[in-house]
């Protein structure tokens, strides 16, 4: 099956992206672990002893920096729809967190302890519709934030990926209602040209 060109662009751009190449390099597994390490070398979200779920984990780029700088203390529960090479330290297990049944295995693992940080890096696969596309992500948004108000500890973070569009400024909103301050992160390793933003969730109210 022969490329498009959208595809070669991005296949061209990715191979050439300098944080693939550092990540290749340092052993990183994708480039959006230097997001993640710009921050919280900003805002000190890895604390070591906590517990530190991590929605959307493959292919585990963000789950190795938790695990690296959690330092062998606390507890690091990684989820995806698809399947995760072993990281050392990092108990992952393969499910959609969409479906209740494995939102019940993640509460089973997490046998009432309350998390310290939520990491949602999920994002639908994109069927080029954008409207139905902004639409599943900010519903997979909207299910970490109830996991989150459920499960943090008060003063817990929940740092979650968002595009801009369609339903940004009421999850905003939603966001606002949950935490006492809510920030907006765009790290210098996001490609310029994409919607992406993180927001960033500290204290419940």
């Known amino acids: ?24 390099a340092a052993g990183w597994r ?24 991590d929605l959307g984990a493959t292919p585990g780029g963000w789950s190795q ?19 995760m090479a072993h990281i050392p330290g990092v108990d992952f297990f393969q499910g959609d967190f969409r479906d209740d049944a494995i939102l019940a295995q993640l509460e089973e693992r997490l046998a009432g302890e309350r998390v310290g940080l939520v990491l949602s890096d999920m994002a639908p696969n994109i069927s080029g519709i954008s409207l139905s596309d902004q639409a599943r992500m900010m ?3 909207e299910l970490g934030l109830e996991f989150s108000r ?13 595009f801009q569009g369609h339903g940004y400024d009421d ?14 992160r765009k790290p210098d390793a ?16």
């Open 190 to 205: 996001s490609r310029d040209r994409s919607s992406e933003l993180y927001l960033l969730g500290r204290g419940l109210k």
């Open 139 to 141: 519903h997979l948004a």
């Open 30 to 53: 994708s480039r959006a672990a230097f997001k993640l390490m710009e921050i919280d070398d900003r805002d000190k979200l890895i604390r070591p002893g906590e517990v530190v779920v």
């Open 1 to 24: 099956m022969a490329r498009t060109k959208s595809s070669k662009a991005w296949l061209h751009e990715h191979v050439t992206d300098p944080y693939v190449q550092k990540a290749k």
């Open 65 to 83: 920096v938790v695990a690296d700088r959690m330092k062998g203390r606390g507890r690091v529960i990684a989820l995806d729809l698809l399947e």
């Open 171 to 184: 999850f905003v909103k939603q966001m606002r209602q949950v935490f006492k301050t809510v920030a907006t």
């Open 150 to 162: 459920e499960w943090l500890k008060p003063d817990g973070a929940f740092l979650v990926k968002v």
